[in-house]
T-cell receptor, first 115, second 116 residues
Framework: NAGVMQNPRHLVRRRGQEARLRCSPMKGHSHVYWYRQLPEEGLKFMVY????????ESGMPKERFSAEFPKEGPSILRIQQVVRGDSAAYFCASSPVQVSYNEQFFGPGTRLTVL | AQTVTQSQPEMSVQEAETVTLSCTYDTSESNYYLFWYKQPPSRQMILVIR??????QNATENRFSVNFQKAAKSFSLKISDSQLGDTAMYFCAFMKHVTGTYKYIFGTGTRLKVLA
């Protein structure tokens, strides 16, 4: 059973460009979470999605950031008009529908560098 | 709002020795989960150990054990017989267990270095 897949692993963008980060959850998982880790900090929750629904986006910046988890295909975290402060590692995690506790399984992360 | 505090930014330990990493949290909830994650230089987040708040018995996973003090809101991680491969960032995390959002709240981490 493959783990959570994220691509690309490294992404370099110039200021003003768009960044698209992809996450494929573990097989059988329908819940996806995105976290951001700034240098020398812990992970911070951004958004929680189920298929075709955003459940909690309380950690998402109000502008330039969006996320989706379509019926088919991976979850996408999209950052428009990137700025240097967006440079960070972005982690995706997934969990199954029903477990006794909601442990989340993390992908390897995408390291975004904005020049 | 829940918060998680790790007061030790860096620690070091000699190989084969024991080390304890501290974590405190703040919540008004009675039902929740606590986790320790390890993040090696590869940046992959690896679950080390978990604890359900309603269980009084401290969780243990091989060389890793926790000291869970619910009243004091403390959740420390003890690593016995430290190995070089234990060198990593360690994050304490809190998760509230209610219907709806299941998000982790992470501490700022402790960088552990195991010395040969």
């Amino acid at each position: 059973n493959a783990g959570v897949m994220q691509n690309p692993r490294h992404l370099v963008r110039r200021r003003g460009q768009e960044a698209r980060l992809r996450c494929s959850p573990m097989k059988g998982h329908s819940h996806v979470y995105w976290y951001r880790q700034l240098p020398e900090e812990g992970l911070k929750f951004m958004v929680y999605l189920q298929k075709e629904n955003i459940i909690d986006e309380s950690g998402m910046p109000k502008e330039r950031f969006s996320a989706e988890f379509p019926k088919e295909g991976p979850s996408i975290l999209r950052i428009q008009q990137v700025v240097r402060g967006d440079s960070a590692a972005y982690f995706c995690a997934s969990s199954p529908v029903q477990v006794s506790y909601n442990e989340q399984f993390f992908g390897p992360g995408t390291r975004l560098t904005v020049l | 709002a829940q918060t998680v505090t790790q007061s030790q930014p860096e620690m070091s330990v000699q190989e084969a020795e024991t080390v304890t990493l501290s974590c405190t949290y703040d919540t008004s909830e009675s039902n929740y989960y606590l986790f320790w994650y390890k993040q090696p230089p590869s940046r992959q987040m690896i679950l080390v150990i978990r604890q359900e708040a309603y269980k009084q018995q401290n969780a243990t996973e091989n060389r890793f054990s926790v000291n869970f003090q619910k009243a004091a809101k403390s959740f420390s991680l003890k690593i016995s017989d430290s190995q070089l491969g234990d060198t990593a960032m360690y994050f304490c995390a809190f998760m509230k267990h209610v219907t709806g959002t299941y998000k982790y709240i992470f501490g700022t981490g402790t960088r552990l270095k195991v010395l040969a």
